[in-house]
């Protein structure tokens, strides 16, 4: 798994010339955060917060740690999960998945929630989109790494 998530890394960095990569987050930050959004990260997830924070190119990208405070509301995973869960959404919307966090915004209106370990189907992901009052999107991946 760990391997999987470097290569796929390594080919991006080969292959798109704008991207932004962040520093990689301690494991003891990265515990804080989980303690913080009271979720158990996948370890495909853990692994690419450990080395990478986060990971960005052409417009779209993943979430993660930032350690950048101005850049927060554009690469932090706990800053988008936090805001996500403050919202409060209309009577005809999905309630919002519980012991999930944001890895990805979505251009379209919606975000990219990945299923914690602490969830109801660990490790995958979907795309929660607004105009389906935040119902998920036919797309949907079986662990992070698929992401």
């Known amino acids: ?15 798109l010339s704008d991207i932004e990569i962040g520093d990689g987050a301690t494991l003891d930050e990265i515990e804080l955060i989980e303690n913080k959004l009271n979720v158990i990260f996948p370890d495909d997830y853990k692994y690419f917060l450990h080395e990478y924070g986060y990971l960005f190119w052409e417009g779209t990208g993943i979430l993660g740690i930032c350690h950048d405070d101005d850049l927060q509301e554009y690469f932090s995973m706990p800053y988008f999960t ?20 944001v890895v990805g915004p ?7 929630f990945l ?7 660990p ?3 979907s795309l929660l989109l607004t105009e389906l009052n935040g119902y998920a999107d036919k797309n949907s991946w079986k662990s992070f790494t698929d992401f």
């Open 123 to 125: 490790g995958r992901v």
């Open 1 to 15: 798994m760990e391997k999987k998530v470097e290569q796929i890394v390594q080919r991006m960095k080969k292959c």
């Open 115 to 121: 299923y914690c370990n602490n969830s109801d189907s």
């Open 82 to 101: 936090e805001s996500d869960r403050k919202n409060t959404l209309p009577d005809n919307f999905m309630p919002r998945p519980k012991n999930t966090v």
């Open 106 to 112: 979505y251009g379209g209106g919606g975000h990219f």
